[in-house]
């Protein structure tokens, strides 16, 4: 009897091990070569009002220049997170509101860009701006950065809030800038003011409402539960 438990549990250690080895495995990335082959669509095809800030096409990014793998500042999403994305849009423009998205699908060359980038020491162009509390180790240690990103997977999007109220959109105050690297970027962070704490939790709840889930480090990054293919990451540039 002893010799059968023990056969069991460690059987049981040995699924246990070999699920945890299978969560942990990074996603292949597709052989496809454009947005249509990897199944990506452009935001404004389904939602056409949508804002669009996409900070990595140009310099005006943590890194002070634009990013590879981005050619255009265009949103491609997997067509179901998209078509969630604009149910969101359409909700909040039905109350006077909208979205600025600012990174939709990111390729993993520009996930491997940024990786060389926290690794170099010698450019710190934009520290005080964006992480002006933390040096760059801190950046990958704290979870800002990341080796593997979701956006490569097309289910997760970053954006704010718009105020459309008088019929100019106005950018919402969110207590941070997109892409701010510290304590006051977290969603639930103390110290911010009645107006930017009540912003956030309207874009929390916008997003719930067409299931994106809120990583609780950075207000702005949501990612669509359950992903589409949590297995598969891109490559082809956003163009």
């Known amino acids: 009897m002893t010799s059968r438990i023990c056969t069991s549990l460690a059987l049981a250690i040995a699924l246990t091990a070999a699920a945890t080895s299978r969560a942990a495995e990074p996603p292949r990335v597709s052989p496809a070569t454009d947005a249509a082959a990897a199944g990506l669509v452009e935001i404004r ?13 140009g310099a005006n990014n943590f890194t002070g220049a634009p990013v590879p793998g ?20 359409a909700d909040l423009r039905s109350a006077g509101y909208g979205l600025r998205v600012y990174d939709c699908y990111r390729p ?44 490569s997977r097309g289910a997760t999007v970053d954006l704010g809030l718009l ?17 701010f690297f510290g304590v006051r970027a977290h969603t639930e962070t103390p110290g911010l003011t ?17 299931g994106f889930a809120n990583y609780p480090q950075e207000w702005w990054h949501y990612t669509l539960r359950p992903e589409p293919d949590p297995g598969t990451a891109y490559d082809v540039p956003v163009q």
């Open 194 to 210: 009645r107006a930017q704490r009540g912003n956030r939790q309207q874009l929390l709840q916008a997003m719930a409402r067409r």
């Open 108 to 151: 993993v060359r520009a996930v491997q860009a940024f990786m060389a980038w926290v690794h170099d020491p010698r450019e710190q162009s934009r520290k005080a701006v964006q992480y002006p509390d933390l040096d760059k180790p801190q950046l990958l240690a704290d979870g800002y950065i990341a080796e593997r990103s979701g956006h």
């Open 70 to 89: 981005y050619q255009a500042p265009a949103c491609y999403l997997l067509a179901p997170v998209a078509q969630a994305l604009a149910k969101v849009e």
């Open 163 to 179: 105020d459309c109220r008088t019929g100019a959109c106005v950018v919402m105050d969110m207590g941070t800038d997109f892409d």
């Open 45 to 57: 095809t389904v939602s056409p009002q949508i804002q669009l800030d996409i900070r990595y096409a």
